[in-house]
C-alpha cells in the first residue's frame, strides 16, 4: 500500500482558528547534562489537522477516546470542488454527488482548494484561509444524515461556511462583502441563507448524530481528488478529550 498523508504540517507558525490559543512549545531541557532532549507544549486542540469529537458542541457527546476505530477508518470519497470554488461560495450534496459516487457509511473528504492559502503554501493568506472558504447549507446537513456519514475532512478553517460562525460577528467589513456576494450570486441575503436557527449546522446539526468532522486537511491531498479510497484519521486516545490533533491518511494500492 501507498500511503498518502493528507494532513498539514504543525508549527507554532500554524495559526489557530480565529481567537482560539495557537501552539506554544518550549525546551525544558537540553542534552546537556542528562543526555534528553525534552520540551513543554501550550495549546488548544483547534491548530492544524484536527478532528472535532461531537464533544466540542454536545454535552452528551463521545469524547476522541470513545469514538470507535471502525468509524475512524475506512471507505472514502475524495471529491474536489476546487473548480467551483470561490471566496463566501457554497457548495451542495448534487456538488459531491456529480464527481464521486457516495454510499452510506463513507467517510467524506473535501478539497475545496483552500488549502492553497494555509500558513505553510506559497500563496498563504490567513483571512482567506479562515474568513472566506467555502461552504454549506442545511441541505448538505440534512444529506449527510441521510447518508450516514462516518466523518468529514476539509481542506479549510471548518466545515461550516465562515460567516455562519462566530467570524461573521467579529469580522463585520467581511460579513458586509459576503452578504453582498450573496445577493448578486443567490438573490438572498445572508440572513435568509443563514437564519439563526441554522446557526454552525455542521457543528450543532450532525454533532450529536456522530457526524463529527476534521479541519485544516492538506499535505498530498491532490493526489486523491475525485476517487473513492480508503482513509484513516488518527488522534491520540484522548479521555475527556472535546477535540484532538490527528493524522489522516489515505491507504492506496501500490502499482508501481
Known amino acids: 500500500m501507498k500511503l498518502i498523508d493528507l494532513s498539514q504540517p504543525l508549527s507554532v507558525l500554524t495559526p489557530a482558528w480565529p481567537t482560539y490559543e495557537p501552539l506554544q ?3 525544558f ?3 546537556a ?5 525534552g520540551q513543554l507544549i501550550t495549546t488548544s486542540n483547534h491548530v492544524g489537522t484536527h478532528l472535532d469529537g461531537a464533544l466540542h458542541f454536545c454535552t452528551h457527546g463521545r469524547d476522541i ?4 476505530l471502525e468509524d475512524l477508518y475506512g471507505e472514502a470519497a475524495v471529491i474536489d470542488l476546487s ?7 457554497i457548495y451542495t450534496s448534487k456538488d459531491i454527488t456529480d464527481r464521486v459516487e457516495v454510499k452510506k457509511r463513507d467517510i467524506l473528504i473535501i478539497n475545496t482548494g483552500y488549502h ?7 500563496e498563504a493568506d490567513e483571512v482567506r484561509y479562515m474568513c ?8 448538505f446537513a440534512d444529506w449527510c444524515k441521510k447518508m450516514e456519514i462516518k466523518w468529514i475532512g476539509v481542506d479549510c478553517g471548518s466545515a461550516d461556511h465562515p460567516m455562519n460562525t462566530k467570524i461573521r460577528d467579529w469580522m463585520p467589513r467581511l460579513a458586509k462583502e459576503c452578504n453582498e456576494y450573496f445577493k448578486k450570486k443567490y438573490k438572498k ?5 443563514f437564519p439563526s436557527d441554522h446557526y454552525q449546522l455542521m457543528h450543532i446539526q450532525l454533532f450529536p448524530q456522530d457526524i463529527i468532522h476534521a479541519e485544516n486537511l492538506g499535505g498530498e491531498i491532490e493526489k486523491v481528488l475525485n476517487k473513492r479510497t480508503i482513509a484513516g484519521c488518527f488522534p491520540w486516545r484522548f479521555m475527556g478529550g472535546e477535540s484532538a490533533f490527528c493524522r489522516i491518511v489515505a491507504f492506496e494500492e501500490d502499482t508501481d
Open 65 to 68: 477516546a470513545s469514538i470507535p
Open 29 to 31: 531541557k537540553r542534552l
Open 33 to 37: 547534562p542528562n543526555g534528553a532532549n
Open 132 to 139: 472566506k472558504h467555502p461552504g454549506p447549507t442545511m441541505e
Open 25 to 27: 512549545v518550549k525546551f
Open 116 to 122: 492553497k492559502y494555509a500558513w505553510d503554501q506559497p
Open 189 to 193: 441575503t445572508m440572513e435568509e441563507i
Open 83 to 89: 473548480d467551483m470554488a470561490e471566496d463566501y461560495g
